[in-house]
């Protein structure tokens, strides 16, 4: 009997089934499942050195600016609107310069995009499938910040695409530890030739030249082409798109390279290619919420600041000069600073907007950045299942993006007994109503394309002991081109009103590297206007209380 989201699960000891765990080198370890004659053997590899590169260190040097700023001698109570990576990160460093941040998230889960949550049987299910990279260097910072730098599981430096026209097959690149950047992502391609002909490999290299020799300034250039176009106009194969990047825009953004601005591909063509360990992947732990989010709220928190949960806004209420006010919650609260960060998706601002907000171009441009549904979806098996790695794997499919067995990849949810798949399912625009047994249905036969031998769609292989879906119906922002103009600085033209999200202008677009750099600059922006901000509550203090 299959069951949905929270009802509980038989628990099956299969026949059979051992395993072991192995400590090795550079606080990493290994395990091995064995099932009939099976052996998977996963194994984390040592954090890479990152801690030299020019990235890390110039993000290193932006985190030092705020723990060294004078400090204030008032701090501001600045109160943020949503507990997401953006809202976190932008708390975290205004703690971290002195100031008093007080963070609203309006439901009862930390993390936003990143949220998790645990069902009656202890299993923990997520709303995505969330990989941080070695080219997320303020993530990688925000790590160390911390002390959490052991909670990341490196794989190896690979990445794995499932082949559509061989099920339950794989095609691989593999990156040479011994080679630096931009080699050894060549030598990765170069290598792989059961997705790509040497032919296409030679047009697509001379197409990407143009990006490679002309750096941001090119690569920024290319917002107004999606990537269907731009291969167009390069003499790329159609092939290459297919082979290659359709996985990678459905990985990226959630939709197809003919929606997708070519911009976003290139932006992460750029970190893999000219980073050493730019593409290589660590999963976290175990859950977000308490593995990543709760460090940053107890460093915050120990700082002075305040994070609260079940905490909706209702409304933007303001001056009479256009200014914010207040925060009221649908509680009834009404929560007063002398500064305002909203740190929630582009879409929730949107609907939140003053009317009196709603003409100037700042905000009017909000209008093109329109997030993107995704679903993510989580299946628990009756068994552990062999075509599979410790590694996010592309699975090339229609419906689905990529894909893990987190009973593998990640040490809190491991299982020797039975896999736990976890799926992107994107494009989701046409999905998002549909009920969840169509979903899972969809799902199954997508499966049964990639594990043949162990899944089909009708159950009679693997059965399915539980599902969880978890829909998101506005995520990241649509990456669609000439979308860049639209994207709003942090510091907005009302004074003492401030964005954080990975929408607002960062370099790193629409991903979680992106929400914690926004972050930083929004804090960044409100240290700056510190004293100005301070003066402007002294004023209204004293109008309030009747002094000219």
């Known amino acids: 009997m299959v069951v949905g989201c929270g009802i509980s699960v038989v628990n099956f000891n299969l026949p059979n089934a051992s395993y072991k765990w192995n400590q090795i080198p550079h606080n990493s370890f290994s395990y091995s499942t064995r099932r009939n004659g099976l052996r998977v053997v996963c194994m984390d590899y040592p954090r890479p050195e990152l801690d030299n590169t020019a990235n890390f260190l110039q993000s290193s040097h932006f985190s030092s600016t705020f723990r060294t700023s004078p400090r204030p001698t008032k701090p501001l109570n600045i109160v943020i609107a949503g507990a997401g990576l953006a809202g976190l990160s932008t708390a975290k460093y205004l703690a971290d310069a002195g100031h008093k941040p007080i963070l609203l998230e309006a439901r009862d889960v930390l993390g936003g995009k990143?949220?998790?949550?645990?069902?009656?049987?202890?299993?923990?299910?997520?709303?995505?499938?969330?990989?941080?990279?070695g080219a997320y260097p303020n993530i990688q910072n925000l790590f160390g910040e911390l002390g959490i730098n052991d909670r990341l599981q490196w794989k190896e430096h690979s990445m794995i695409?499932?082949?559509?026209?061989?099920?339950?097959e794989f095609s691989r690149f593999d990156f040479p530890d011994v080679l630096p950047a931009p080699l050894n992502g060549i030598w990765a391609i170069l290598k792989n030739n059961e997705m790509?002909?040497?032919?296409?490999?030679?047009?697509?290299?001379i197409g990407l030249l143009?990006?490679?020799?002309?750096?941001?300034?090119?690569?920024?250039?290319?917002?107004?082409?999606?990537?269907?176009?731009?291969?167009?106009?390069?003499?790329?194969?159609?092939?290459?798109?297919?082979?290659?990047?359709?996985?990678?825009?459905?990985?990226?953004?959630f939709i197809n390279p003919d929606e997708l601005s070519m911009q976003c591909i290139l932006i992460a063509l750029n970190r893999f290619l000219q980073e050493k360990h730019g593409s290589k992947m660590a999963f976290l732990d175990g859950n977000p919420p308490e593995r990543l989010c709760k460090p940053i709220v107890d460093h915050i928190q120990s700082l002075g600041g305040e994070v609260?949960?079940?905490?909706?806004?209702?409304?933007?209420?303001?001056?009479?000069?256009?200014?914010?006010?207040?925060?009221?919650?649908?509680?009834?609260?009404?929560?007063?600073?002398?500064?305002?960060v909203f740190a929630t998706p582009v879409d929730i601002l949107k609907l939140l907007l003053p009317d009196s907000w709603k003409e100037i171009p700042y905000f009017q441009r909000l209008e093109k950045l329109v997030g993107v549904p995704v679903i993510n979806v989580h299946i628990w098996f009756d068994r552990k299942l062999k075509n599979t790695y410790d590694h996010l794997l592309f699975s090339r499919s229609s419906l689905l993006s990529v894909y893990a067995d987190m009973s593998v990849t990640c040490k809190e949810y491991y299982n020797p007994n039975q896999s736990m798949l976890e799926l992107v399912f994107a494009p989701a625009e046409e999905w998002i109503s549909r009920s969840d047994e169509d979903i899972i249905g969809a799902t199954m036969s997508e499966l049964a394309k990639l594990f043949p031998d162990e899944i089909s769609a009708d159950q009679s292989k693997a059965k399915i002991l539980k599902y969880h879906i978890v829909k998101t119906p506005r995520s990241v922002y649509k990456t669609v081109p000439n979308c860049e103009p639209c994207r709003p600085r942090q510091?907005?033209?009302?004074?003492?009103?401030?964005?954080?999200?990975?929408?607002?202008?960062?370099?790193?677009?629409?991903?979680m590297e992106g929400a914690v750099l926004s972050g930083k600059l929004c804090a960044q922006a409100i240290v700056q206007d510190a004293e100005l901000l301070a003066a402007r509550s002294q004023k209204r203090v004293a109008q309030a209380g009747g002094v000219i």
Not at 161 to 168: D, L, S, V
Not at 196 to 205: I, M, N, Q, Y
Not at 230 to 240: A, N, S
């Open 196 to 205: 790509l002909t040497w032919p296409e490999k030679v047009k697509f290299a």
């Open 308 to 340: 609260h949960l079940n905490s909706r806004i209702q409304k933007i209420e303001l001056n009479d000069d256009g200014t914010v006010k207040s925060f009221l919650l649908n509680n009834g609260k009404v929560i007063e600073g002398d500064t305002y």
């Open 161 to 168: 695409f499932a082949m559509p026209n061989k099920p339950g």
């Open 491 to 511: 510091r907005s033209p009302i004074e003492g009103f401030y964005l954080a999200g990975d929408y607002t202008k960062q370099k790193y677009l629409a991903s």
């Open 114 to 133: 990143i949220a998790a949550w645990q069902d009656q049987d202890g299993d923990w299910y997520e709303t995505g499938l969330h990989i941080f990279f």
């Open 210 to 253: 143009p990006a490679m020799l002309g750096g941001q300034p090119y690569v920024e250039a290319q917002d107004g082409l999606s990537v269907e176009e731009w291969m167009k106009k390069q003499g790329i194969p159609e092939r290459v798109t297919d082979e290659v990047f359709i996985a990678m825009s459905k990985a990226l953004n």
